[in-house]
């Protein structure tokens, strides 16, 4: 496989070897393969040579005075090799099956039917490698009576039931502000083809994992399920605070706010000590953890203690206060994020060479491992960037045919 492209391809990491297709678009599926590469494994971006994913258009963008590249697309796909290919066309899809051949993991996110269409689904893939692992996303699934509905992550907030759960007390619901349909359908989707994967080179036998960004997002709504379920209880939304645990939520401070959770009578207590009145800590009316979940006695005796605590004291002091002792953390900004030194110890921000367009700050692996670690800081692929030696080194296509499928605009 070293005969690819030396950069790109796995040589190390706990899925060096494994070959994965990637024919998704924007982030479900993308992100799914990028998890892949940045453990090891050789992963190949197909794009249409004339309709490339469109996450190239989306901004932010590295920029040189007559050329820019997508910073959203580079973050989704780094570490990939670059082929194009036409899936319309026949020769298109004969190629396809040729790579298949070679492949472990294809993964896609058209709309159910899309494949089929095209004659290129899960079945007649499985004819070509019985043991390819077939990981396939989509809004509801390839199953049910909405399988074929148009979807995107707002769809899946809104029929997973997470958007009517997220927001303020008694206003409208909030979606989640991040797309956080397409980000669980992906971490679900690299679970299942990973599971997928370990059961094929055990026996052989590849097998399609389904994944539904609705699915997924009901999936993590917590005990929103269980709560209808067993106590008739329809989850609303409630704003900072937590469903059954006080103190848990945003309290004001001299330069912003902070998170403060000492709920238990443990933590409690050690906070009562740490701001100097341990007399709270025995009171009679809130020495307990379920009486200070009651709403009236949380209200008038509990929350003004704690925002007296934190008042005319800064983030940082509050956070160097608390120490290792209660759970107190600062709510920051995304630049806060970045530049913080706990992101850089965990390695969260990783740099990637651009050439003529400089150098990519982006978010790093969060997954460490202490054998295998992850490769995160490559930068992505150019459109079609790697076409001959994708079809040369693993389809066996000679320098001529190649020249033919470019001149017939195939690739």
């Given amino acids: ?45 197909i794009e249409n040579p004339t309709g ?19 910073a959203y ?33 294809l993964i896609e996110n058209f709309r159910p039917g899309t494949t089929k269409k095209l004659g290129i689904d899960y079945a007649v893939l499985a004819e070509i490698n019985p043991r390819l692992v077939y990981l396939a996303i989509s809004g509801y699934g390839q199953t049910g009576s909405r399988s074929t509905r148009p979807a995107f992550d707002n769809t899946a907030q809104a029929a997973g039931g997470l958007w009517s759960m997220n927001g303020q007390v008694g206003e409208d619901p ?6 956080i349909g397409d980000l669980s359908a992906t971490m679900f989707g690299v679970i299942g083809a990973l599971t997928a994967l370990r059961h094929a080179e055990r026996t052989g036998v590849g097998q399609l994992v389904d994944v539904a960004q609705v699915d997924s997002i009901v999936a993590m709504t917590e005990t929103a399920v269980v709560d209808y379920t067993v106590d ?23 330069d912003g706010q902070v998170f403060f959770g000492g709920y ?17 800590a025995v009171d009679p ?13 949380y209200e008038r005796r509990v929350k003004p203690l704690i925002i007296s605590w934190f008042d005319g004291r800064k983030r940082s002091e509050l956070e160097d206060l608390a120490g290792a002792v209660i759970p107190l953390t600062a709510i920051k900004n995304i630049g806060e994020v970045v530049d913080d030194e706990g992101t850089a110890e ?17 978010f790093g692996q969060p997954i460490k491992m202490g054998v295998t670690p992850a490769n995160p800081a490559r930068r992505a692929n150019g459109l079609g960037e790697h076409t001959d030696s994708v079809l040369a080194g693993l389809a066996g296509y000679s320098a001529e045919r190649i020249a033919d499928l470019r001149n017939d605009g195939v690739v």
């Avoid at 609303?236 to 945003?250: F, M």
Wanted: net charge negative; with cysteine; hydrophobic share 40%.
């Fill in 1 to 45: 496989m070293t005969s690819l492209a030396p950069d790109f391809v796995g040589d190390a990491g706990s899925l060096s070897g494994v070959v994965v297709l990637d024919l998704s678009h924007v982030l479900a599926g993308a992100y799914a393969a990028q998890m892949f590469a940045d453990f090891g494994a050789t992963v190949i971006k």
């Fill in 52 to 70: 490339p994913d469109v996450a190239r258009g989306f901004p932010p963008y590295l920029k040189t005075d007559d050329d820019e590249f997508s």
């Fill in 73 to 105: 697309y580079a973050q989704y796909n780094r570490g990939k090799l670059g082929l194009t290919l036409d899936l319309r066309a026949d020769e298109g899809k004969a190629v396809l099956k040729d790579l298949v051949a070679k492949a472990d993991v």
């Fill in 174 to 179: 909030v979606r989640v502000g991040v797309t």
């Fill in 232 to 254: 008739g209880k329809t989850a609303v939304p409630s704003g900072n605070k937590h469903a059954w645990v006080r103190p848990y939520e945003l309290f004001p401070c001299a």
């Fill in 264 to 280: 238990t009578d443990k933590l409690w207590n050690a906070s009562c000590e740490l701001f100097g009145t341990p007399e709270a």
């Fill in 285 to 297: 009316e809130i020495d307990t953890m379920r009486k200070r979940f009651d709403p009236d006695v």
């Fill in 346 to 362: 965990r390695d969260m921000i990783v740099e990637a060479d651009y050439g003529k367009f400089g150098t990519l700050r982006m």
